[in-house]
């Protein structure tokens, strides 16, 4: 693994870091690991291309069909060592059954 400067975000190319591991890069209100860290599952339902069909059932092995949900994730992992300065406009299509370690969610809480 190896660490990078991204803006106000360190990064350590190569795994999934704790969320409190760059607490000097937290936003003005504190909140830490807001890109970068894992892939971000949204509740967005999208309909995958024929390209992405192909992608999950032939390359790499996972059998999906018409019926599957799929749901667009955004962000970027530091899993991958391409890190991009773009990476908050990265985005993917996952079907629901698919797992992966470096895909999650964020929990959020209305300010008010």
């Known amino acids: 693994m190896r660490r990078i400067r991204r803006g106000r975000m360190w990064a350590v ?6 969320v409190t591991a760059f607490v000097q890069g ?3 209100f504190g909140v830490l690991q807001m890109v970068g860290n894992v892939w ?3 509740e967005e339902q999208r309909s995958p291309s024929p390209d992405t ?3 999950y059932n ?3 092995g996972f059998p ?3 019926a599957d949900r799929w749901y667009a994730t955004r962000g ?4 991958y060592p391409q890190l991009q300065d773009s990476a908050i406009y990265d985005e993917a299509l996952n079907p629901i059954r698919w797992k992966s370690p470096d895909l999650g969610f964020r929990c959020v809480k209305d300010a008010q």
């Open 26 to 28: 937290a936003s003005p």
């Open 58 to 60: 032939k390359k790499l």
């Open 53 to 55: 069909f192909e992608n």
């Open 13 to 18: 190319v190569g795994g999934v870091q704790p």
């Open 64 to 66: 999906v069909t018409a």
């Open 76 to 79: 970027l992992s530091f899993a």
């Open 40 to 42: 971000e599952m949204t």
